[in-house]
């Protein structure tokens, strides 16, 4: 199953974590645990890790398609959070 990663550096990863299931919880199945989170698309799967240098972002889904659209939509929810940390774009690998 393809999947990448990507770190957000920050220092307000816990926060962001935090924001982005109890978004996603409103749509999607999300676990939320301490510092880490899951969010389960019907596209794929966002494991979020809060770290102390940000948020590490591990995107996975069935086709190139399906992690494009996991990757595209938790960077644009992430980016509109974080919108007075300046402009800003994940780099997935």
Same mark, same amino acid.
């Given at each position: 199953?393809?999947?990448?990663?990507?770190?957000?550096?920050?220092?307000?990863?816990?926060?962001?974590?935090?924001?982005?299931?109890?978004?996603?919880?409103?749509? @999607?199945?999300? +676990?939320? !645990?301490?510092?880490?989170?899951?969010?389960? &698309?019907?596209? $794929?799967?966002?494991? %979020? #890790?809060?770290?102390?240098?940000?948020?590490?972002?591990?995107?996975?889904?069935?086709?190139?398609?399906?992690?494009?659209? @996991?990757?595209? +939509?938790? !960077?644009?929810?992430?980016?509109?959070?974080? &919108?007075?940390? $300046?402009?800003?774009? %994940? #780099?997935?690998?």
């Amino acid at each position: 199953m393809p999947e990448s990663t990507a770190l957000f550096e920050t220092e307000h990863g816990r926060d962001y974590l935090t924001r982005l299931c109890r978004h996603f919880a409103h749509k @999607v199945a999300v +676990t939320l !645990e301490d510092d880490r989170g899951e969010c389960r &698309f019907s596209c $794929g799967t966002a494991e %979020l #890790t809060a770290l102390p240098e940000g948020l590490r972002v591990r995107a996975e889904g069935p086709t190139p398609a399906d992690l494009a659209d @996991v990757q595209a +939509t938790i !960077e644009s929810h992430l980016l509109r959070f974080a &919108f007075r940390e $300046g402009e800003r774009r %994940l #780099t997935w690998s």
